[in-house]
């Protein structure tokens, strides 16, 4: 894996990530099951655009994104608090072939932390069912995958309420199925970029 060490959102992240499947847009190559994503044809389009620009796609930020940015910090030292553990913040991390990459917000010594900070009614419905929503079954199974890590700690955080936090392992028939995924979708990727830049 390599570590850009750098700022998310800044400058350099951006330019670091264009181009490259991440993460937390996983849901667009394959889904929770392994199986290829209807959504894939877009996510191509938008990398290959990215790729050949240099530079990420502006993306839109909702009232929900704003405020998970806003509470991030705070249930980052909640987790840091409780579990008496320093959380260090990193910018991009990228699997060592280079197809895929995810931006964690947070990492410790082999695990990774996904911080989640919904709406009210949304966190009290993952509280209910207490384990990791499928929403970000690839974002999770995802970042396990490029760092390598043993276990990443999913926490979904409203201020007032306790937090959900789920320790989630490696899934490695899902894994084997992203593998495959991503070498057919970052193939169809370079070759879109090499007949559009010619």
């Given amino acids: 894996m390599i570590i850009h060490d750098c700022d998310q959102m800044s400058e350099e992240w951006f330019r670091i990530k264009a181009g490259i499947p991440s993460a937390g847009s996983l849901d ?14 877009g996510y191509l389009y938008q990398l290959a655009g ?6 990420k796609q502006a993306t839109f930020t909702s009232y ?6 806003e509470f991030e910090a705070e249930a980052r030292r909640l987790y840091e608090f409780r579990n008496n553990v320093t959380v260090d913040q990193v910018g991009f991390c990228v699997h060592d ?9 947070g990492i410790m010594h082999n695990k990774g932390l996904e911080i989640k900070c919904p709406l009210l009614h949304t966190h009290v419905g993952y509280l209910d069912k207490g384990k990791l929503p499928t929403t970000y079954f690839q974002q999770v199974q995802g970042s ?3 760092t390598g890590y043993d276990a990443w700690i999913f926490m979904s955080y ?6 959900l936090v789920v320790t989630v392992n490696p899934d490695g028939k899902w894994h084997k199925a992203l593998e495959e995924q991503l070498e057919i979708f970052n193939e169809k990727l370079n070759a879109l970029v090499e007949r559009l830049t010619k």
């Fill in 144 to 146: 396990l995958y490029v």
């Fill in 158 to 163: 409203y201020p007032g309420i306790k937090p």
């Fill in 97 to 105: 072939s280079g197809l895929v990459g995810c931006s964690p917000d």
């Fill in 50 to 55: 990215e790729s050949i620009l240099n530079a």
């Fill in 64 to 69: 929900a994104m704003e405020r998970g940015i």
């Fill in 28 to 41: 667009k190559i394959i889904t929770s099951k392994g199986e290829p994503s209807k959504q894939a044809e």
